[in-house]
């Protein structure tokens, strides 16, 4: 029940009418105790730095962002946390004592996690990325911390792919990154690959769509990551899996991010427990729909 009390937490995107994380984080709220209204500001280009002056003035307890922001926030914020200034990318504003908020970005934290609980080790492992934007820059950090032996970013748009090699190349300070065109298989291993799935196509209603369908791809990777998570399985995933590899969908990513996020800005901590039940409970909404 919202009071005079409850305090405000937010999303701001565009668009954002469409996003799972008012649902989650309501969950995360419910089970705390916490008397937390989560809602979304559709924010458009351009309007960035007012709507954090806005979140600030206004006492907004915490803040996701999402697309296209995740960058743009940056120069708007007061501090940034090491895990964030080196991905260059921003999804979680918490607010900070002497005012402002500070940059996290739990995408990588909720990635790395989902791998781990499924049992994806990049250490010494080939990857390839399919996509070039925030989803897949969270991936390549998160690869690349995870010590892969090299990672292939498959873009549409090369230039974007090269440019996010680019970056983590730099900021790992190693040459481990590289980018091609989506088609481009001349220069990737025969086989044993981990494949990470993270452009929106494929997402619901496109369900009939995959970025790549080509044996030359899907037949090299034995693992593949799909950072969508509605469909449940999307067409990308169940090719892979008609080709023997094991695939996996983005819900725990979705879930885990959630977690660190709300955790970030109560100071309390969510157990494993409560993180499955809101998992169920988000997989049973995306399935009524
Ligand atoms: P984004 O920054 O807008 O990037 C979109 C990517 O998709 C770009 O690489 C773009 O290529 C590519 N793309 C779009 N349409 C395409 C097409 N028709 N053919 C080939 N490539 C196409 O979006 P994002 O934030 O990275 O999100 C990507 C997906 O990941 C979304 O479905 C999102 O829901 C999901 N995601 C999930 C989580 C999670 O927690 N599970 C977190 C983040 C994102 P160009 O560069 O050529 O335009």
């Excluded at 962002?65 to 501090?79: G, M, Q, R, Y």
């Excluded at 934290?109 to 010494?124: K, N, P, S």
């Excluded at 690349?144 to 900021?171: F, Q, T």
């Excluded at 999307?234 to 991010?257: H, I």
Aim: proline share 4%; hydrophobic share 40%; charged share 20%.
């Amino acid at each position: 029940m919202i009071s005079g009390k409850t305090r405000v937490c937010g999303l701001m995107g565009y668009p954002v009418a469409h996003s799972m994380s008012p649902f989650i984080q309501g969950k995360l709220a419910e089970a705390a105790g916490d008397d937390i209204a989560y809602v979304t500001f559709p924010v458009k280009p351009g309007s960035v730095g007012e709507a954090v002056r806005g979140a600030e003035a206004l006492g907004i307890c915490g803040m996701n962002v999402t697309v296209p922001h995740k960058k743009a926030v940056i120069p708007f914020l007061v501090s940034l946390d090491p895990g964030a200034e080196k991905v260059g990318a921003v999804n979680t504003l918490v607010p900070q004592e002497n005012g402002g908020y500070k940059g996290y970005n739990t995408d990588v934290i909720g990635l790395r996690r989902a791998f781990g609980q499924y049992g994806i080790d990049t250490e010494g492992r080939d990857v390839m990325i399919i996509g070039a934007g925030g989803g897949a820059r969270a991936a390549a950090f998160v690869c690349a911390e995870g010590k892969a032996s090299h990672i292939y970013i498959m873009n549409r748009s090369v230039e974007k792919g090269v440019a996010l090699a680019e970056d983590v190349n730099k900021s790992m300070e190693m040459s481990l990154c590289s980018g091609h065109a989506l088609d481009d298989v001349s220069g990737l291993p025969g086989s044993g690959m981990i494949a990470v799935q993270a452009t929106s196509v494929g997402l619901s209603p496109d369900i009939d769509s995959s970025p790549v369908e080509d044996e030359g791809i899907l037949g090299r990777a034995d693992t593949v990551f799909d950072l969508i998570y509605t469909p449940a399985e999307t067409k990308f995933m169940r090719l892979a899996k008609e080709r023997g590899a094991k695939a996996y969908n983005g819900l725990w990513m979705l879930v885990w991010q959630a977690v660190s996020a709300y955790e970030l800005w109560t100071g309390h901590s969510v157990d494993e427990e409560t993180a499955r039940r809101v998992y169920d409970e988000v997989l049973l909404k995306i399935n009524e729909n």
